[in-house]
């Protein structure tokens, strides 16, 4: 398409008779160079439609085009007003991004961080719209809230299973934890002495970091007992799936980390303090030991928790730059 030929529109361009035109095309492709190209020429190629009286907002809001989304953004309010517009079903845009993603995003893993996704893009749509659209309702007599409780109901369903699946297990680890940790808070490295019942070792640096280190193991896993119990206890429902389940998840899985990491540092120093007479030379080797599962645990686990503290925590930020609370630091 040349520019030429774009400058040429037709008299009556929103009502074009092919069933897709190219910034249509291009929008439900995710093309935005081709999409920059024809609003750099014709701004008002926003009102072009399909057959089925969807414009570009309508097929941006439904394939997840998120930068498409953003450029149309910075179009001039007469333009932006196009957005509010129906399609032959009666659907608004935000009807549009409330039908399901048929394709889960590959950087979220896990039918609860599917559902993640498809609540935030909703929301996200919903701050284009203005509040009388929340209410409108389409052919099937269905607001956009509606549609999106009755098209996500599966997609729930599974995530709460993904959820109950990931929590049983990291509460088996968890728990394992916290009793060899109390165990250990009684068994005393060295030995005690039989009059005073104090330590042998207590002087010694490897024994205080024993108490330490296993004092912490117990207090973390505990905890990450307790927030995993908050989760499997929780009703599961689809609006927590955007914020309090994912957070949860990661303060869970970021005290049985932190459990595991002094578990292990317990036991290096245990070892340290029995064999130390002997063998001097076992003290790299054992460190090196202690560190394995915990490396092994934070290379298979990492992705799972970048990615869920990520998108949690990028969504919180802005939300609270949405709603100004921010705003003092632009001052």
């Excluded at 701004?43 to 439904?62: G, K, S, Y």
């Excluded at 298979?300 to 949405?322: E, K, R």
Aim: proline share 5%; glycine share 4%; charged share 20%.
């Amino acid at each position: 398409m040349r520019k030429d030929d774009l400058e040429k529109k037709p008299k009556d361009v929103a009502k074009c008779s092919f069933s897709e035109p190219p910034i249509i095309s291009a929008a439900r492709n995710g093309i935005i160079e081709i999409v920059n190209l024809i609003l750099e020429v014709y701004p008002q190629a926003t009102e072009v439609i399909n057959d089925r009286l969807e414009n570009i907002f309508h097929i941006a809001a439904r394939c997840r085009r998120k930068e498409i989304l953003d450029r149309l953004q910075r179009l001039p309010p007469p333009l932006l007003r196009i957005g509010r517009k129906i399609n032959i079903d009666e659907d608004s845009i935000l009807h549009q991004a409330a039908y399901q993603d048929k394709h889960p995003l590959r950087d979220r893993p896990g039918e609860a961080l599917h559902m993640q996704s498809e609540i935030q893009w909703f929301k996200r749509v919903q701050k284009l719209v203005p509040p009388y659209l929340f209410h409108h309702k389409n052919k099937n007599n269905q607001t956009a809230e509606e549609l999106f409780t009755i098209q996500h109901k599966e997609l729930v369903e599974k995530g709460q299973a993904w959820l109950m699946r990931t929590t049983k297990a990291c509460t088996i680890v968890a728990v394992l934890i916290a009793t060899v940790a109390f165990t250990c808070a009684y068994t005393t490295p060295g030995g005690t002495n039989s009059e005073t019942g104090h330590p042998l070792l207590l002087e010694e640096t490897a024994f205080r970091t024993f108490i330490i280190s296993d004092t912490i193991s117990l207090c973390f896993s505990l905890t990450s007992v307790v927030v995993f119990l908050s989760i499997m206890t929780s009703r599961m429902q689809a609006k927590d799936f955007r914020r309090s389940l994912p957070l949860k998840l990661v303060l869970g899985l970021t005290t049985l980390f932190f459990a595991v990491a002094a578990m292990m540092v317990a036991f290096a120093a245990t070892l340290v303090l029995l064999i130390r007479q002997r063998l001097h030379w076992a003290a790299v080797p054992i460190y090196t030991i202690a560190c394995w599962p915990v490396t092994i645990f934070l290379v298979l686990q990492f992705g799972l928790y970048l990615n869920i503290a990520w998108f949690t925590v990028s969504d919180l930020l802005h939300s609270f730059i949405d709603s100004g609370f921010l705003g003092i630091f632009e001052h």
